[in-house]
């Protein structure tokens, strides 16, 4: 029997008609009239790693060629995927950054690339790039109009003082020379990030807090030298885990407007082995965890450095090369999308995947750069959900996870709705907190006879109920034969698949009267936009 259908029964098209039991009802309100929070307009993110083909956990090497040292950069999916989100923002980097040495015409030593070590740190060498390389992947970038994060090694010229622990002055020469023949090649770097899980305890190797934010004032002496009185790039860091002291210790050495962005890596979902990954994914509880970190680092930033801004730098789910059953899956978008609507209403402006491509992980298959389901979940949110996050109040079970935002280009508002759950549809009826008194909204959460009330109620969407003209814009995402395990996702019924020239599809909706509710299948994903929808922190 296959794995997926021990894992559950399939129920994932609406029915000509729904019963009775097969769904219950829910209501979300949408708190219009502010915004919550916001992110940047290149909040979706991807990585590209070093990890070179040998780079294996659990008896298989998913890397291939996927590195920032030997990806194909001629391949033309890959430029039409980055291409497509026009712009995506780029981060490269990822564990073995703060091994890499850049082939300045002063670095002193042949420039090498990775090879496999068992003393070296994470069993690899340190490893170089050459400059034709860099001018090969800025080449790619400049065409495909990539917003660029870039990693600097910031372990160089610290010794080891015991295991796990690094000390000693950061040795900024070979990054300066690297930024300046960047900079003299006009490559337009949006960000120079520092380090790579180093912060706390670190992953291989950490470093104390108040040397690093002595060193970061040294990395923004550089930038405000070498970029003079042109566009400066900010700069980003620690790119690990977060640990709320060390994260404080390092505003506070640093201080104010040298950290333009504090990065944070997220591995929630445990290892990539792991069997319980897939439970976890759809258990709405543990998803909601990570919402303690977001809203520590929050308050973290608005307490000890209110000139920087939360950003996630690197998340994958699972760790170790992420999950092979699972992280290329349509299941994986339950978890992706989720984190996406979580940490952008705490403010979070930049949500970096791990990968593009490589890994299993990948946005992008790493053989033959076919997107993953991950991949579409990814262009729609960023091509439907604006920036602004509003505020709702919602009813029903916990299954069903809801995040709106002002919706991008088109006016009103744009919803994401995620069915958790194996067995039960959800009949959401959406509302405008315009129609509903105070006394209703607080109703909503403990008073079930107003719930009962609202059951089968129109999608108002302003100050009163739709003429019945109203079109929203509907777009369901399942899985390819109702396999949660699938490689092929559906966007309301149809695989979405590269055309024959290799472009990505385009992703259309399907207009449903405003009056209707929305039906969420089991184990689905609804993204809904309210073009007419009257939410007043949305018309500013």
Known sequence: ?????????????????????????????????????????????????????????????PWGRASVLNLDLTNPLLAKAIQAFSPLRIR??????????????NLGSSCDPFTKVSSGLFGFSQGCITLE?????????LSTGAVVTFGLNALQGRQQTRKGVWGGPWNSSNAREFIEYTVSKNYPIDSWEFGNELSG???????????????????????????????KPLVVAPGGFYDQKWFAQLLDVSGPNVLNAMTHHIYNLGAGNDPQVPNRILNPQYLSRTSDTFRSLQLTIQRHGPWSAPWVGESGGAYNSGSRLVSNTFLNSFWYLDQLGQSAKYDTKVYCRQTLIGGNYGLLDTDTFVPNPDYYSALLWHQIMGTRVLSIDISGSSYLRAYVHCAKQKGGVALLLLNLHRTMGFMVSVRNDLNVNLAEGRGIRRDN?????????????GSKASDGFSKREEYHLSAKDGNPFARTMLLNGVPLELTEDGDIPPLYPVEVSVNSPIYV????????????????????
């Not at 107003?450 to 129109?458: N, Q």
């Not at 809904?528 to 018309?539: I, R, T, Y």
Request: with cysteine.
């Open 133 to 141: 390389r860099w001018d090969d992947i800025n080449n790619l970038f």
């Open 449 to 461: 006879a107003f719930v009962h009330g609202l059951k089968r109620t129109v999608s108002w969407v």
């Open 521 to 540: 299948a089991p184990l689905t994903i609804a993204f809904v936009v309210f073009p007419d929808f009257e939410a007043e922190a949305c018309g500013r």
């Open 201 to 231: 305890s670190g992953i291989g190797a950490s470093v104390a807090a108040e040397q690093y934010g002595k060193d970061l004032v040294e990395l923004q002496t550089i930038i405000n030298e070498l970029y003079g009185d042109s566009s």
């Open 1 to 61: 029997m296959r794995l997926w259908s021990l894992f559950l029964l399939p129920l994932l098209c609406l029915p000509a008609r729904v019963r009775s039991e097969d769904y219950s009802d829910v209501t979300v309100i949408v708190r219009g009239s502010e915004t919550i929070a916001s992110t940047s307009d290149e909040f979706v993110c991807a990585t590209i790693d070093w990890w070179p083909p040998e780079k294996c956990n659990y008896d298989q090497c």
């Open 92 to 105: 490269v980097g990822g564990s073995l950054q703060d091994q890499v040495l850049y082939g300045t015409p």
